[in-house]
T-cell receptor, first 111, second 115 residues
Framework: GENVEQHPSTLSVQEGDSAVIKCTYSDSASNYFPWYKQELGKGPQLIIDIRSNVGEKKDQRIAVTLNKTAKHFSLHITETQPEDSAVYFCAASSNTDKLIFGTGTRLQVFP | KAGVTQTPRYLIKTRGQQVTLSCSPISGHRSVSWYQQTPGQGLQFLFEYFSETQRNKGNFPGRFSGRQFSNSRSEMNVSTLELGDSALYLC??????????????FGEGSRLTVL
């Protein structure tokens, strides 16, 4: 089955800097890669996703890149703000299969 | 429209007891998935239900079970509780079944503490 590894487990950045979170997956059949943000006391919420037919997707300050050959994908947050502080989860799924999550990255943005 | 509702939000049980958690999905969503969240382990997939049928199951022992009703509401049950079952149990709903069909909408979770 699918296995997703996520690094780093914690990340501290200064406000305005960029943050990068990386994930690798094991199942070459995986074709859907979402990223979720979980704020304290809340459930995770989808912030961006990418499918295997594209290599990069951007949404304002957030971007995701996918390297299918290397089986890894990354989340990039530019111009970080204190409200970006949260736990971020990557995930991977193949057709009609379950969504497998990484272990999470706690991002802290210091003013 | 209303989001995913999970009850109870907090509960404390002792070893050996059983617990039932409830999840009401977003109206119109037919798929409900359950995840266990623990520090360091992230979100671990328990099972997915669609149209009252279990579509997928994670690597959890048989003490963990679930079901879905005709109105798409779902329950999960954990029997013979162990200390290691202490966790946040998250329910997520989506329009269609399968992990790659689109956004999962999560509830705020049920935090279970086993003493």
């Amino acid at each position: 089955g699918e296995n997703v590894e996520q690094h780093p487990s914690t990340l501290s950045v200064q406000e305005g800097d960029s943050a990068v979170i990386k994930c690798t997956y094991s199942d070459s059949a995986s074709n859907y890669f979402p990223w979720y943000k979980q704020e304290l006391g809340k459930g995770p919420q989808l912030i961006i996703d990418i499918r295997s037919n594209v290599g990069e997707k951007k949404d304002q300050r957030i971007a995701v890149t996918l390297n299918k050959t290397a089986k890894h994908f990354s989340l990039h947050i530019t111009e970080t703000q204190p409200e970006d502080s949260a736990v971020y989860f990557c995930a991977a799924s193949s057709n009609t299969d379950k969504l497998i999550f990484g272990t999470g990255t706690r991002l802290q943005v210091f003013p | 429209k209303a989001g995913v509702t999970q009850t109870p939000r907090y509960l404390i049980k002792t070893r050996g007891q059983q617990v039932t958690l409830s999840c009401s999905p977003i109206s119109g969503h037919r798929s409900v998935s359950w995840y266990q969240q623990t520090p360091g382990q992230g979100l671990q997939f328990l099972f997915e239900y669609f149209s009252e049928t279990q579509r997928n199951k994670g690597n959890f022992p048989g003490r963990f079970s679930g079901r879905q009703f005709s109105n798409s509401r779902s329950e999960m049950n954990v029997s013979t509780l162990e200390l290691g079952d202490s966790a946040l149990y998250l329910c997520a709903s989506s329009l269609e079944a399968g992990g790659n069909t689109g956004e999962l909408f999560f509830g705020e979770g049920s935090r279970l503490t086993v003493l």
